[in-house]
Structure formats: C-alpha cells, structure tokens
C-alpha cells in the first residue's frame, strides 16, 4: 500500500483515478489544484505525487519542485497532455519519476504508478542502509581554528544563547548544528530543521508558524508549524539569509519573545526552544544592502560560529578522507579499501571549493569505481586535477574574451552539470552542493 495524491483541476479525472488506486489497496487523496496538493502533504506525507501539469493556479512542475524539497523521497508522475520532447526532458530534470501522456487506459498509469513506486522502494532501501552505517562525523582535527571552533560550540551547547553559524557550502554547518544539539542539555528533545529557501513565502509562513483552517486556500485543517514542534528542543533555521523581509519581521519577534500566532489565529502560543541559524553568505553585507534587518542580525549575532572551509583545516583532509573511506567501503561490502600514497596527495593538493560535501562525494565515487582495493588517483574525479574554471577560462581566452569573472566560471559549470545530469539531486551532488543551493544559484543565474 502507497499512499498517493491525486492532482488534477478537473474533477472527474482526479476522482476517478483516486478510487481506481483505492480499489487496488493504496491510500488515494485527491487534491484540485497545487495548493491543496502541498496542504494534503502538510497533514500526511505521501509515496506518490501524481499531477497534471497544466493547471489553473499552480502549475504540476512548480508543484513537483515544492514536493522535491519538502522530501526527495516523494516520486512524482506527471500526467500531461501536451508530450513534447521538450516537455518530458524538462520534467525529468526537474526530478520528475515519470510520466503519461493523457489520455491514458487504467492499465497504463497503474503500470506507470507501479514503476515508480518500485523504484522508489529501491532507493530508500538504499538510503536506510546507507544510514544504518552511517558514522558520526568526525570530530578529531588537527586545525587549531578547528579546535577552537569545537570548544566554543562546546560551551554554547551548554547555555540557551542563540547560535549563528556561518561558512561557505559544504564546510559542515548542518552536522555542527546537530552536534550542539546534542551536546546541550535539550538533546532529549527534538532538533526541528526549518529550511529558509523556499519558493513560496505563504508556504514557508506555514511551515515555521502553523496555520489555522480556512486562513488560506488549501489550509483544509488547523495545524501546528516547526516552532511548535521544536518546543523544548532546538530549532536549525537552516539559510537564514533566504528569510523575506515579512517573515524577518514575524522572526524578529519570535526570537524576542519566543511567542507567535498561528497564521489565522488568535492565540498567542509560547514555544521554549533554542535558536541555532545558519548562513553561507556574509549577513553583514546582507544587512549593509538592506536585505537582512539589522535588529534580527543582533538578535541572532550572539554566538557566532564561522566553520572554516576545508582548503584552512589541509591537515584534516586526508583523515577525513579516511574517515568518510571506511564508512563508504562498509556500504559498499568493500571494507578493506584504502588509498594509495599518490591519491592521497592528490586529495591534499586540491583546494576543495565544494568542501567536505565535495570530499565525500569523491570518495563515495571511489569507492563504488575503484577496481581494486587500492584507490589510485586515477580512481579520483578528474576536477581533481584541475585548477577550477581552468575550462571555462581557456574556452573564453580562446574566444579572445576577457577573463571570466567567477560568477561566469560558475554559472557555465552549473549549466554543463546540469545538462549533464538527469535530476536536480544528480547534478547537486556533482556539484558537492545541496539541492537548495542548487536551486537558489539556478534562479540567481537564470538558468532553466
Ligand atoms: N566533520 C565531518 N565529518 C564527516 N562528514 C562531515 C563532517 N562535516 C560535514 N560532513 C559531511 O559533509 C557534507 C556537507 O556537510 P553539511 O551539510 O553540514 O554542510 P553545510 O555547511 O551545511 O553546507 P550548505 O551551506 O551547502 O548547506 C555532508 O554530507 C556531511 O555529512
Ligand atoms: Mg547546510
């Protein structure tokens, strides 16, 4: 049994398809349109999207990209009239399972729902596995800014000050959050992420404060938000900078007075968490643009935590490798990997822009690759050994350009990956970025 959702404007199809997958045993729940497909999510998450994609009031592949960041895991379908190429090429990237064109027999979207629910068992396995083995992160450094890092972090856990970590992608801020959780007296109580880039600011509204019925279309019951369910733990407002100007102002005050409202509601409700926020942009120049209020940096600007990036903590890079080798070798069923002397200065020369994610991503990589049990540099991924932009540089001096700013060598890089890749989870890991990022450069680049 799946539970799946039913998106389609028109009734007729949307009701049928709902009692066809009901009659083969799943959990059906149609919904008439995007909102109410993201609202149905809110109160009970689902194995399976399937959507139209022209629609009224939000279209299925904005919806696919809103189902995608609430949980990678959800699959989603895409029913679509109008099956061109293009279509289907853009739908896929976006991270779509599949699709069928309209209209189609019973037969045809059971035996496509079925595909993509196996697939996604499949996966998930996977995933379960992998975190079954999945190693604390290490912690060992032999940076004295590391160090130092870690004790202060050690001594905030302790206290209820908010925490404001800082750093660029991939340097570890997420595990470092988790870790002071941890470490603080709350850690018997729950540690709530809150992701700040979204697509839709009502949505993230929702998300932090909760809702009441009938406040906005789709708000089919009341519900509570991640603040309320953060209460006596800690709450990971993960890119921070992402916050609108409104939902800074309604921050502001949560974090003044650890109180809100629900949105539509009347009652003031008093949520005892601690604050832990995160940022791989400089708030300050964030405040000096006029993007970021100045009183909620101050509020938040307590304890300040700067991760260092990877290139700053050389000496932990071939520990670390090891670290991430044994447990990537444990998944794999290929505990006796090692690295050899060569890969291993290889992975000390190279400046890491992408950080441990990037690390781990290429040792992930070796050690599914390598043949033997001894990971050679040529098991590494070529960006390795190369300088980064080199490409995209030389392409550009051979136009008889100027030289490419970085923005240029990035923009270029992340179009190619992306053209490279099938999904969007495929190229940020390419990248060694999150998805988020990916998402949020997408939209500053303009890219498709
Ligand atoms: N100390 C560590 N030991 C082992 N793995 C680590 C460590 N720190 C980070 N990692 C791994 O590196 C990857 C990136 O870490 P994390 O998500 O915390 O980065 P981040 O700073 O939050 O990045 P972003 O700004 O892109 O969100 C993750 O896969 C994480 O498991
Ligand atoms: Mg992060």
């Not at 570890?172 to 959050?177: M, Y």
């Not at 519900?223 to 890119?239: I, M, N, T, W, Y």
């Not at 409700?269 to 120049?285: C, F, H, K, P």
């Amino acid at each position: 049994m799946a539970r799946i959702i039913i998106v389609d404007d028109e009734k007729n199809i949307r009701r049928n398809l709902a009692v066809f997958f009901e009659s083969l045993g799943h959990h059906a729940r149609a919904a008439e349109g995007g909102a109410e497909a993201i609202a149905a999510l809110g109160d009970e998450p689902a194995d399976l999207v399937l959507t139209d994609v022209r629609m009224a009031e939000m279209d299925g592949l904005r919806l696919l990209e809103e189902v995608k960041r609430r949980d990678p895991a959800t699959v989603v379908v895409l029913m679509t009239a109008f099956a061109t190429v293009e279509n289907a090429v853009a739908a896929m990237k976006a991270g779509a399972q599949d699709y069928v064109t309209k209209p189609f027999t019973l037969d045809e979207i059971r035996r496509t729902v079925d595909r993509a629910l196996e697939l996604r068992g499949l996966r998930l396995e996977n995933r379960e596995l992998r975190s079954a083995v999945e190693q604390a992160p290490m912690l060992e450094t032999e940076s004295a800014a590391m160090r130092r890092l870690l004790d202060t972090a050690r001594q905030a856990a302790a206290s209820d000050a908010t925490i404001l970590l800082t750093g660029e992608s991939g340097a570890g801020k997420n595990v470092l959050a988790r870790k002071i959780h941890q470490l603080s007296p709350r850690h018997d109580y729950p540690f709530v992420t809150v992701n700040c880039t979204t697509l839709s600011e009502q949505l993230l509204e929702s998300e932090l404060f909760g809702h009441m019925r009938g406040s906005f279309t789709g708000a089919v019951k009341d519900k509570p938000g991640r603040l309320e369910a953060a209460h006596q733990g800690s709450v990971f407002l993960d890119e921070i900078a992402d916050l609108t100007p409104a939902l800074q102002t309604k921050f502001l005050r949560f974090v003044q007075e650890l109180s809100f409202e629900r949105i539509g509601g009347e009652r003031t409700i008093q949520v005892d968490a601690r604050i832990i926020a995160a940022t791989n942009r400089g708030l300050e120049s964030e405040v000096a643009a006029h993007r970021f209020r100045e009183d909620l940096f101050y509020r938040l600007n307590v304890i300040t935590l700067r991760v260092p990036p990877l290139r700053e903590r050389a000496d932990d890079v071939v520990p670390l490798a090891r670290w991430l080798l044994r447990a990537a070798g444990l998944r794999n069923r290929r505990p006796s990997l090692r690295f050899n002397a060569e890969a291993e200065t290889a992975l000390r020369r190279y400046r890491w822009p992408g950080n441990i994610r990037e690390l781990r991503n290429a040792v992930e990589r070796a050690a599914v690759l390598c043949r033997r049990d001894e990971i050679a540099p040529d098991d590494l991924p070529d960006s390795i050994f190369r300088e980064p932009g080199e490409a995209a540089a030389a392409a550009a001096a051979g136009a008889g350009q100027r030289s490419p700013s970085l923005e240029d060598v990035e923009r270029e890089h992340i179009r190619r990956v992306l053209a490279e890749t099938a999904t969007l989870e495929e190229a940020a890991d390419t990248l060694g970025i999150n998805v988020t990022t990916l998402w949020r450069k997408r939209r500053r680049y303009g890219i498709e």
